[in-house]
């Protein structure tokens, strides 16, 4: 069970100090959005670079953009050890999944709550994961949606079907009410935003977090 926070709900002025308090982190969750593709405008490859230079887990790129395809190169180049692009923005997937990959980093698609699954079966094994959002993408601090667990479970099928160590993870409104039903689901991944960094202590709570999804799989 891997925790990857999200760093749109920390202290901007001080991320490489943010990145210190979740020293078990597995990954960085950095929310790339253009304003475009989202309706908000955060952080480029530039803030990626230095926080890659500074923290010393690695960073898992989210591109909620436009033209992913000619962007991706860039976060890997910055540092990005994982970078996950939208499908729905994706004018050629596959071919952007094995340049992630031939440029030494994870290919991750995402996809939002209204978009399927299904016809992309074909694609999974050009993935090393597979991000379902669970609220709309855009914003930090959302409520999760349980419309999307039943296609959590049956991207987990899919993935088992295809086979390999192809990772699920979740993003959106995860929280300790909400990771055990996603783990339970079949996600192994799990992004959490407002629920580490409004926490007193976010170190502490990834590892709570861990536990609570570990512990609704035995």
């Given amino acids: 069970m891997r925790i990857t926070p999200s760093l749109l709900n920390a202290d901007f002025a001080n991320l490489a100090g943010e990145a210190a308090r979740i020293p078990s982190?597995?990954?960085l969750h950095m929310d790339v959005m253009?304003?475009?593709f989202v309706p908000n405008l955060t952080l480029g490859a530039p803030v990626i670079e230095a926080l890659a230079k500074a923290a010393p887990q690695p960073i898992d790129a989210h591109l909620m953009i436009e033209e992913p395809d000619r962007w991706a190169p860039?976060?890997?180049?910055?540092g990005a050890s994982s970078v996950t692009f939208h499908v729905e923005a994706a004018k050629a997937p596959v071919r952007l999944a094995r340049e992630i990959r031939a440029q030494g980093a994870r290919a991750s698609m995402a996809l939002k709550p209204a978009t399927p699954i299904e016809p992309y079966e074909d694609?999974?094994?050009?993935l090393d994961m597979v991000l379902i959002?669970?609220?709309e993408p855009g914003f930090?601090?959302?409520?999760?949606?349980?419309?999307?667990?039943?296609?959590i479970r049956r991207t987990r099928a899919?993935?088992?079907?295809?086979?390999?160590?192809?990772?699920?993870q979740v993003d959106g409104g995860v929280s300790l009410e909400t990771i055990e039903r996603c783990a339970e689901a079949g996600a192994d991944t799990f992004v959490a935003g407002s629920a580490?960094?409004?926490a007193d202590d976010p170190g502490a709570m990834v590892e709570r977090l861990r536990e609570t999804a570990a512990g609704a799989c035995h």
């Fill in 25 to 27: 982190a597995d990954y």
């Fill in 34 to 36: 253009d304003n475009h």
């Fill in 74 to 78: 860039q976060f890997v180049e910055a």
């Fill in 123 to 126: 694609l999974l094994p050009e």
């Fill in 133 to 135: 959002m669970t609220v």
């Fill in 140 to 151: 930090g601090g959302q409520k999760f949606l349980d419309l999307c667990l039943p296609k």
């Fill in 158 to 168: 899919l993935l088992d079907k295809v086979g390999g160590d192809i990772w699920l």
């Fill in 196 to 198: 580490v960094y409004g």
